[in-house]
């Protein structure tokens, strides 16, 4: 009897999935590309929508409200966008650069897609995956860590070699030509 | 070459421990710039601060500047005498035919040019000790900040700033005394 309970069970599921998955349905990944989120660096956002329905969506629209303007600024792309047509089992791809005004912990939540299917009029919502929060490092302990500040040392070296190269040639100058009177003696 | 004849007392102080005023002016000048250098690499490199961290740049570079400076006369003092042995008999050679050339040292007596000579041989000397000792002390001192400032890069900027600059200036002190 058990048996057979789960077996109906498994049936009725899979006969939900197929209904559910009926039409367009698109799928959205939110990924932050970026090893280490630095205040003041570009952080790279990329959107991925697949289309895992059994037909083609149109009017797709995304749109992402997490960046809050006053704790991120915009560098590249929008963090709205649209699409025509998404195609079955077609995917699309965007990316938005964006930088950290200051240092902290925010929270980075999903953004939104709305999308028609090709044989319905209604007008289906979606949510990407929320990245959680994130850790934006201050400047000045990612540039102590990672920057090889090559400028700065050769700057260093120039101002360095006067404080050796001076004395050593002042003492050179009379050593050599008291060394030279000696070998004359 | 002095205005006048130099008593004995005076050459000898001259030949001595004694360090001028000119002398102590020129280590204190070189000591406070080889001390400010790494101030450089801290702010650039180290990303510190310069507004925030001001006292402690100030306090430490004077501190520095002292024991390099301490470091340049005890090495200065230690080599003078060897090179006033080392350079007697070129500067006797160069003294005695500089001397021997003009009028008014062919008018000399033998003490005058021998005092004319120990006069040329410590001035020598103490130029070359001198040069020697800044020369010396800078390199070492600049070696020993870029090691220090490598081996405690893991620690807080405001504390390898304080065991790189004044740990050089203290163990070039401390070699100076041996040297």
């Given at each position: 009897m058990a048996r057979a309970v789960n077996v109906l069970s498994l049936v009725l599921f899979a006969m939900c999935l197929r209904q559910c998955h009926a039409g367009a349905h698109l799928l959205v990944s939110k990924i932050i590309l970026n090893e280490h989120i630095v205040e003041g660096k570009d952080m790279t956002v990329q959107y991925t929508i697949y289309n895992v329905g059994t037909s083609a969506a149109q009017s797709v629209f995304l749109n992402d409200e997490s960046f809050a303007p006053e704790d991120f600024k915009l560098d590249k792309g929008l963090l709205s966008a649209s699409w025509d047509r998404i195609l079955q089992k077609g995917n699309v791809t965007h990316t938005v650069i964006v930088a950290p005004l200051a240092p902290g912990v925010f929270n980075i939540s999903w953004a939104q897609l709305t999308y028609k299917s090709v044989d319905s009029d209604d007008r289906q919502v979606g949510f990407s995956n929320s990245p959680g929060f994130i850790q934006v490092v201050p400047y000045p302990d990612y540039s102590r860590k990672f920057e090889h500040h090559v400028v700065d040392w050769l700057a260093f070296a120039v101002m360095s070699l006067p404080t050796v190269l001076l004395p050593w040639l002042l003492w050179y100058r009379s050593s050599s030509k008291y060394e030279s009177i000696k070998k004359t003696v | 070459m002095p205005a006048s004849k130099e008593t004995g007392d005076e050459l000898y102080l001259e030949s001595s421990r004694h360090v001028t005023k000119m002398a102590s002016a020129l280590f204190y000048g070189n000591g406070l710039i080889v001390s400010a250098l790494p101030l450089w690499l801290y702010w650039r490199?180290?990303?510190?601060d310069p507004v925030t961290y001001a006292v402690l740049f100030l306090a430490v570079t004077i501190l520095s500047t002292w024991f390099v400076a301490y470091a340049y006369r005890n090495v200065k003092i230690s080599l003078k005498h060897k090179i006033s042995l080392k350079r007697e008999a070129a500067v006797t050679r160069e003294v005695m035919s500089n001397l021997n050339e003009s009028a008014a040292g062919k008018k000399m007596n033998k003490s005058d040019k021998e005092e004319r000579v120990l006069w040329k041989k410590n001035e020598v000397a103490d130029g070359e000790a001198t040069t020697f000792s800044i020369f010396y002390n800078n390199t070492l001192y600049l070696l020993l900040v870029l090691l220090s400032f490598y081996f405690w890069r893991a620690l807080h900027p405001g504390v390898n700033y304080i065991l790189s600059i004044a740990g050089a200036g203290v163990v070039l002190a401390f070699v100076s005394t041996g040297a």
């Open positions: - | 490199v180290q990303m510190m």
